[in-house]
């Protein structure tokens, strides 16, 4: 595995400086020109089949389960937050996640949700926020509400249907079934 992406760096490295030198097809053959998208595709889509960052499922069940513990104990959403004692401190959304992975003990999980969706692997075929049957417990649904600066929200898949979420001021961390509104994608880290 180690030889195959050493290979595919060795082609987006070698694709990359032609296209850095703004060679002419005089310089190198049409072909390889025209396929240098499509090489890049390739290339990005098989790193994203090997899911080199997946993490066992024990974590992600983890992660999982205290996630749904700050999200029925009375832990507040607060901006920022990313430590909860349940009646103390708060959670913002991605602090939810943050926190609930640093407790199933992987501590390589972002802080914020624009880093948070560069994470993982894209989710199993026919996981989404209106279709969780393909999800697996752990995976992240994203949502951009603002129309920029997206995903701006983000709750934890925790198995039968739901997700745990700290969803604004005001509002305490809550169990919940996925909503469809605003969907932006899926990440798994399992």
């Not at 595995?1 to 060679?23: E, N």
């Not at 513990?69 to 401190?89: D, E, Q």
């Not at 996640?97 to 999980?109: K, N, P």
Request: aromatic share 10%; with cysteine.
């Amino acid at each position: 595995m180690k030889f195959l992406v050493f290979v595919f760096l060795l082609i987006i490295a070698t694709a990359s400086t032609i296209r850095a030198f703004d060679y002419t097809e005089s310089d190198y053959d049409s072909d390889l020109l025209e396929n240098l998208d499509e090489i890049e595709n390739m290339f990005d889509n098989a790193m994203a089949q090997m899911n080199l960052t997946a993490l066992p499922s024990a974590t992600c069940a983890k992660a999982a389960s205290a996630a749904k513990r700050y999200a029925t104990c009375g832990c507040p959403y607060v901006w920022g937050g990313s430590s909860c004692g349940c009646g103390s401190g708060g959670l913002d959304c991605s602090g939810l996640v943050y926190r609930s992975y640093l407790d199933a003990g992987y501590s390589g999980i972002t802080r914020v949700t624009t880093t948070q969706i560069r994470q993982g692997s894209g989710c199993n075929s026919g996981c989404s926020a209106g279709n969780t049957g393909n999800c697996k417990t752990g995976d992240l649904l994203f949502y951009c509400f603002s129309g920029s600066n997206c995903p701006d929200h983000v709750m934890m898949y925790i198995g039968g249907g739901k997700a745990a979420e700290c969803p604004k001021p005001g509002s305490n961390c809550r169990v919940l079934t996925p909503y469809t509104q605003a969907y932006y994608g899926c990440r798994s880290m399992c």
